[in-house]
């Protein structure tokens, strides 16, 4: 079996709980150290399946390796070869099969309820005994559109696309708003690094979908818990269509 090709864009948003999750099934891995200057790979049959990561960067910037990521999301889709994305991630699959990407009109920062749009496709990722609502990680100013073909399953009070698939029938992609791959330590080192940014918002009078500090650090260890739960239903159903199993 080839590896999983993770794709990470920055040093503090690595793959976390993903990683945990992967080797828990003893399912093989490489990291693509975007951020240390590491080229985008060109061939997707190389790997079993790819994982785009987040990052604090648009889409839609004039960066080297945006289009080569693009370009190997593409290939992923014609070669069958699942792809999943974490926020950025779920933009980038977005907008490399045909969606547009976009500023939202508020950020998301902190713990943000998600309610199932649609049920069938929720009970297939989540199971028939998920709740229909949930408490998700967020961290994002920007949007997707869905891509021809693809499925909305999970919505915010704010935000109407979190989640969707795009169904190949022995394959599927998966693409999140959210950071599902969250770890107590990666939410603080966040909200030391984000504090900031928090507090422009909330002093512009966008806090609508913004927590503070205190908020998100809050009850930490169980919020991660119920995370990474809810994560590994969603890896395990997306993992299903990787390749040499």
């Known amino acids: 079996m080839q590896p999983i090709g993770i794709l990470q864009h920055e040093v503090d948003t690595p793959p976390g709980y993903f990683v945990a999750w992967l080797e828990q ?9 975007l951020d240390l200057g590491e080229s985008v790979p060109t061939r997707a049959r190389d790997f079993s399946g790819l994982c785009f ?50 500023r939202h009109r508020v950020k998301e920062i902190g713990w943000q309820p998600l309610a199932v749009t649609d049920a069938a496709l929720a009970d297939e990722w989540l199971g028939p005994d998920a709740p229909r609502t949930m408490e998700i990680f967020q961290w994002h100013g920007d949007t997707f559109a869905l891509p ?25 992609h998966l693409g999140m708003q959210f950071h599902c791959e969250m770890t107590p330590e990666l939410v603080q080192d966040w909200t030391t690094t984000g504090a900031e940014e928090i507090a422009q918002e909330q002093q512009a009078g966008r806090a609508q979908g913004v927590q503070d500090v205190a908020e998100i650090r809050r009850d930490l260890q169980v919020r ?3 995370l990474n739960a809810i994560a590994a239903r969603l890896y395990a159903r997306w993992a299903r269509g990787l390749q040499g199993q």
């Open 25 to 33: 099934h003893g399912l093989p891995f490489t990291i693509v150290r």
């Open 53 to 102: 990561m987040g990052g604090a960067m648009s889409v839609n910037d004039s960066l080297p390796f945006i289009e080569p990521e693009c370009a190997l999301i593409r290939d992923a889709d014609a070669a069958g070869v699942p792809v999943i994305g974490h926020c950025l991630g779920g933009q980038l699959i977005a907008k490399a099969l045909g969606a547009p990407v976009t």
């Open 148 to 172: 021809p073909g693809a499925r909305n399953f999970l919505a915010s009070p704010l935000c109407a696309h979190q989640a969707y698939v795009i169904d190949r029938g022995s394959f599927a």
């Open 224 to 226: 991660s818990v119920r």
